[in-house]
């Protein structure tokens, strides 16, 4: 008759139901976790599954031409025309900077899994990233033209300027990659009252809706680019992991006009919101 119950009385009763419902709780949680753990392990094979498939096609492919222009020149150099060999020599040097992106994708996105992103903020005019930017995929607009709107004034933000930039060159990089030659990319920025808003529009054939909300995905890419050295899949999902880290919103909309195009905007919040008669 511990604590003055006695066997069968309605307090023991209530006691082994809680005991009773103390175990319960306990296995479910215990099942939760497993059902985590599961995820988790499901999740990162799936990972390894799409890098490991990833890394055998946008690996040798690059390195097959590098391989083979290089053995031409090497073998037949003294006998090839000028213009061919300067032709092998462009196709090293353009296989070359696709694979350097490829790799500098899966080093940024193992910094993202792996939780050893480090931000180094500063006060920051995003035209001098979007600047940056344009600058470093100059090279690959072919006939595309990339046009600039911007304010006469736009306020600072905090951000880490570098992975601000990565993030607007891995976007500009899938514009091109599925823009037709000819076509415009357009590079804007703006604020409101919170924001500032950053504007990165091309006249593609677009995403269908249904595509949207996945377009951020890892290796997620349309099944034709215009441009075949687009790579993984992995630039737009590194972008979003870089604003998202920086305090700031990444979005998709498409069609843009006549039922094509896509514009990506990035929302970074300032430290101040602007009094409405300012803006």
């Known amino acids: 008759e511990a604590g003055g119950m006695t066997p069968g009385s309605d307090g023991e009763r209530l006691v082994l139901a809680l005991l009773e419902q103390g175990a319960v709780a306990l296995e479910r949680a ?16 799936r990972f390894r599954s799409a890098l490991l498939n990833s890394i055998s096609h946008d690996l040798r492919t690059p390195l097959s031409t590098v391989l083979g222009a290089s053995s031409t020149l090497i073998d037949y150099g003294k006998t090839l025309t000028t213009e061919v060999r300067d032709d092998l020599v462009v196709s090293i040097r353009e296989e070359a900077e696709r694979l350097n992106r490829y790799v500098g994708n899966l080093l940024d996105m193992t910094r993202l899994e792996g939780g050893a992103l480090r931000l180094r903020t500063d006060w920051t005019d995003v035209r001098d990233v979007l600047g940056a930017a344009a600058g470093r995929v100059t090279r690959r607009l072919g006939d595309r033209v990339l046009t600039r709107d911007y304010p006469a004034e736009l306020s600072l933000v905090r951000v880490d300027g570098g992975l601000l930039e990565q993030a607007i060159v891995n976007i500009l990089e899938n514009a091109i990659a599925y823009s037709p030659p000819g076509t415009r990319i357009e590079m804007a920025a703006y604020e409101d009252r919170a924001n500032v808003v950053i504007s990165l529009e091309d006249e593609g054939r677009g995403i269908p ?29 590194i972008a979003k992991g870089f604003i998202d880290a920086m ?33």
């Open 209 to 237: 809706t249904a595509e949207l909300e996945r377009v951020f995905e890892k290796f997620r890419r349309m099944e034709e680019p215009s441009d075949r050295s687009q790579g993984a899949g992995l630039g737009l999902s």
């Open 247 to 279: 305090g700031g919103r990444i979005a998709a909309a498409s069609p843009i006009r006549d039922g094509k195009g896509t514009r990506i905007l990035i929302s970074v919040p300032k430290a101040v919101a602007t009094p409405h008669h300012l803006l």
């Open 30 to 45: 215990e099942l939760a976790t497993e059902a985590v753990e599961t995820e988790t392990l499901r999740r990162a094979d």
